[in-house]
């Protein structure tokens, strides 16, 4: 969507996604070359430069004089982060102060409720059959979940399979939809709030929080709960199923849940299979790095996945090493920074402790865990059986 909107801008011939995403997806799974070539490389597949190496990729991240707005999955930070390290600061605490699950590591606890969905749809899978593990489960469940955790899920009723009388079927089938074109969502959400205004606890608070210093215009929000809702669910919901995958295929009641070690493994997961592997970054005024003159409205991708198994930085990279010295970059670093770190480790923890509870009721249907790029995350391929009815 992003790259499609900046080759219409700049009038280049390509506009297919598909086009796209197949060309990063491609560079991106044979990014060895890269890793031995310039600090910033010219793509002249998509006319744009990009960054590869861990001590580029760090640098540029850091870096607001180049670093401009970033893709729809970083919207959320986008909105609370500001390039001054004070205002970073005093909008991370209003994020937190709203959000207050994002704060501490403590916040692994898993809610009932979340148990509850996840049981849900488990109890639907059909029995004896492999299903895709992500959209059967894992993807409605997280979704539910962060409508209501935004409290959003009053809008979706049809959504509220828990304390409604939504069926989990039809609910999956709307998710689905959802996933498969955000235009979709974005339609209903300002549907539902031409019909239903009120926005309700803790979005309602966190839009007065933000509107102090970045005003919101009532005509963005519904694309603002859009980004919002896929901000912190998609990402979340492709690390925590190759977390799944990673946890009982080699640590399998090896690691308890929520100790140091488990925290360690969270890391490493992100690390190796970092759930989105190249973010975007625009140009403001010209400025040359290392020897390459960057100009004003110029592309920059950085392939955070690529640094993050970079040799030079991380030795045996694609090896899970607990303690490494070396931050990754999963999560970004500096201003725009995802804060929803510990979000996606306290859903990854939840969904391990629903499948360690219901350990004898399913398994996977092999131990390799394979990965493909779509819409700019790396989504994991799984399959999970139901073994009892």
């Known amino acids: 969507m992003f ?21 990063l997806s491609n560079i991106y799974f044979n990014y060895q070359p890269y890793l031995n070539g310039d600090d910033v490389i010219f793509l002249q597949e998509i006319n744009a430069y990009a960054a590869f190496k861990y001590d580029v990729v760090t ?29 970073h600061q005093q909008n991370k605490s209003t994020a937190l102060k709203v959000l207050p699950f994002l704060s501490k590591r403590e916040q692994y606890t898993t ?63 709307i998710i689905d939809r959802y996933f498969d074109d955000g235009d979709v969502l974005l339609k209903d959400i300002t549907e539902k709030l031409a019909a239903n205004s009120a926005l309700l ?18 005509s ?20 925590a199923c190759t977390f799944a995958s990673v946890y009982f295929n080699n640590y ?18 992100a690390r190796i299979y970092t759930p989105v592997p190249f973010i975007y970054r ?21 392939f955070i996945g690529v640094a993050n198994l970079d040799t030079k930085s991380f030795e045996h990279p694609t090896q899970i090493k607990f303690k490494r010295t070396n931050k990754h970059l999963a999560f970004g670093q500096g201003s725009y920074a995802c804060i929803g770190r510990f979000a ?11 499948l360690n509870e219901h350990q004898s009721d399913w398994q996977f249907t092999s131990t390799k865990l394979t990965h493909r790029i779509k819409n700019s995350t790396l989504k994991p391929q799984l399959q999970i059986v139901r073994k009892n009815g």
């Open 3 to 23: 790259f499609c909107k900046y080759f219409q801008k700049h009038k280049l011939p390509v506009v297919d996604q598909n086009y796209i995403t197949d060309v």
């Open 59 to 87: 640098d540029l991240l850091r870096l607001n004089e180049v670093a401009g707005v970033s893709n729809v999955h970083l919207a959320l930070n986008n909105i609370y982060f500001s390039p001054t390290e004070a205002v």
């Open 111 to 173: 809610t009932p409720y979340l148990q509850s969905l996840l049981k849900a749809f488990f109890v639907n899978l059909p029995v004896q059959q492999p299903v895709d593990f992500m959209q059967y489960l894992v993807a409605p469940a997280f979704f539910i979940s962060t409508l209501r955790d935004f409290s959003l899920l009053h809008l979706f009723p049809e959504l509220d399979v828990i304390n409604g009388t939504a069926s989990t079927q039809n609910a999956l089938q």
């Open 201 to 218: 606890g803790t979005t309602k608070e966190m839009l007065q929080e933000i509107s102090s210093h970045h005003p919101v215009n009532s």
């Open 220 to 239: 963005d929000i519904p694309k603002f709960l859009r980004s919002m809702i896929f901000a912190s669910s998609e990402s979340t919901i492709a690390f």
């Open 252 to 269: 399998s009641f090896k690691i308890e849940e929520g100790s140091e070690d488990f925290l360690h493994l969270c890391n490493e997961t």
């Open 282 to 302: 625009t140009i403001k005024t010209d400025t040359t790095y290392r020897g390459k003159l960057l100009k004003k409205g110029d592309l920059l991708v950085l």
């Open 344 to 354: 996606a480790f306290g859903k990854a923890f939840g969904l391990t402790k629903f």
